[in-house]
């Protein structure tokens, strides 16, 4: 069956931590709105519904019947669809609240650029945004990264579930990749800390799936209108 | 079987999601860190555990074996025991994707007053509190309670599921309780924009489990310390 994505067509964005799931699983999908505006009409269209389950944002998933919203909720959907999840619900749950805990961590670095709101642009909000960056890399990066990194040391392997490849393995490689781009400089430093992660990025960039959609032009370049955003002035 | 919930014992904060959906189902409980400081070295002991299933942030939830992190991973886990969620995977996944768009209203709410960070005091990011609390109310307050409003009026009766009340209806109780609060001007002159939503929020308030927790003891009143805070400089 195939599914069609839903997701802006010029950016990485959330959307990307669903691209690779299904990149991944080699699931047929569509990535609507990269087939011409009139994707992104569809997708307004079906945000504005007043019948079944609109999305409040994209990305969101059709699968046959079922229209699913928020990443992380499309992810439980596919990772129990497509093996990368446990099969058990003790399972299921625990790589669903890592999942959520990227979430969190996504929506900080997006705010590391857009700290007063997403309706006035960066420059307007660049001497904040200066502080939150500085605030992010002193208190929330290290936690947050560390704690990845004490799961992967308690799997004792190079996932978090063991030696098989969960969404949230692949959510990290993003993560990881998203920071590389967006602060080279500090990442450069940080990255010492956190040698399981970086293997485990590693790792997934070279099972097979991925790599050939990497190479691809499916994937969409790194770029200053996505959530991880490269700003000279934030990278210090 | 009873629960144990682990949250910092003097706010509301994102444990009172868990402990109104505790309360509406009548299941027996214990708010460990209420009991005193040995919950909350407990507590801090569970998030630095090296095995199992340790939480980035409480609060978390104990069942059993299971110990289940992340508040809307709780919920699912919950909603699925205590009949507050559909039993059809598409009725959950639609549950599941509202309160996750609450937990990032949520987060926006708290970053109302916490623009810059955490580890920082309001005093000290008062000015950009300002800022991003009129952006809030300009922009993201009414597209969140918007789309909530537009959910329920698709729903047709008091609850975004229809009739029987579920998690989500209990979140968007507390998500008017808590902006009433925190912004009671502001919200004073929004709330004609929401009359579903507020309807629901006081048929919530007059269950008998719900009516009969806000009267207790165990109902923290709101503060400073938590989510919803009241601020004068950011009522306007």
């Known amino acids: 069956m195939r599914y069609d994505l839903y997701y802006w067509p010029t950016i990485q964005g959330r959307g990307e931590f669903v691209r690779l799931a299904l990149e991944e699983a080699g699931a047929a999908y569509v990535d609507v709105c990269r087939r011409g505006d009139s994707g992104v009409s569809a997708m307004l269209k079906m945000m504005a519904a007043t019948t079944g389950t ?56 997006h705010d590391t650029h857009h700290p007063i709101g997403v ?65 080279p400089k500090r990442m450069a430093k940080f990255e010492r800390k956190i040698p399981k992660l970086i293997a485990l990025h590693d790792k997934v960039a070279e099972r097979p799936n991925i790599a050939a959609y990497l190479a691809s032009d499916r994937r969409i370049p790194f770029n200053e209108d996505g959530i991880f955003r490269h700003y000279k002035a934030l990278d210090r």
Chains 1, 2 share one sequence.
Do not use: C, M
């Open 54 to 109: 609109p999305s409040f944002a994209p990305p969101f998933l059709k699968s046959g019947k079922l229209v699913i919203g928020q990443t992380a909720n499309i992810l439980f959907y596919l990772g129990g669809r497509h093996g990368l999840a446990p099969a058990t619900e003790s399972g299921r749950l625990w790589l669903h609240q890592l999942q959520l805990t990227i979430a969190d961590l996504v929506a900080e670095v």
């Open 119 to 183: 309706s006035l642009y960066y420059e307007d909000q660049k001497s904040a945004a200066k502080q939150r960056s500085k605030e992010f890399w002193a208190e929330r990066a290290p936690k947050y990264l560390g704690y990845f990194e004490r799961v992967l040391a308690a799997s004792g392997a190079a996932f978090v579930n063991g030696r098989k490849v969960s969404t949230v393995d692949l959510s990290l490689f993003q993560v990881v990749d998203g920071l590389r781009y967006a602060f």
